[in-house]
């Protein structure tokens, strides 16, 4: 979970965000509105109370309009979102279903199978070379 913001530093920008900053800000919102239907989501499986699940249940249900109103925001801010949601949106029905509209894709992704990288594989090389 992030850190609070300080409340006494709020609106002491000293100028505007652009609105490529802007989209990357609220990028960062829709990763906290991700964060909190989770919390809330095991809040609810945690509990056998009733009334607290239907209050966090509400409470839930709001932050899910809020993920989808900041991702609709980011798109307004950023065209390339738009695109990319285009495009995976296209490609997603190939993709469950095991094939690719775009074989140049599919050959990076198959190139990156078996060969031992992961996300955390270059963690500890010497950075020097
Ligand atoms: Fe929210």
Redesign the pocket.
């Known amino acids: 979970m992030g850190e609070l913001a300080d409340p006494f530093k709020i609106g002491l920008v000293p100028r505007k965000l652009t609105d490529e900053e802007l989209a990357r800000a609220v990028r960062m919102d829709v990763a906290?509105?991700i964060e909190?239907v989770n919390l809330y989501e095991a809040h609810i499986a945690a509990t056998d109370n009733e009334m607290a699940k239907r209050v966090i249940g509400h409470i839930l249900q709001?932050?899910r309009e809020?993920l989808i109103e900041f991702l609709e925001l980011a798109k307004q801010l950023d065209p390339r979102q738009v695109e990319a949601e285009i495009e995976a949106k296209a490609q997603f029905p190939l993709v469950a279903a095991g094939q690719s509209e775009n074989p140049a894709a599919e050959a990076r992704s198959e190139g990156t199978r078996g060969s031992g990288l992961t996300v955390g594989s270059l963690i500890g090389e010497d950075q020097a070379t």
Request: negative net charge; proline residues 0%.
């Open positions: 906290a509105e909190a709001e932050e809020h």
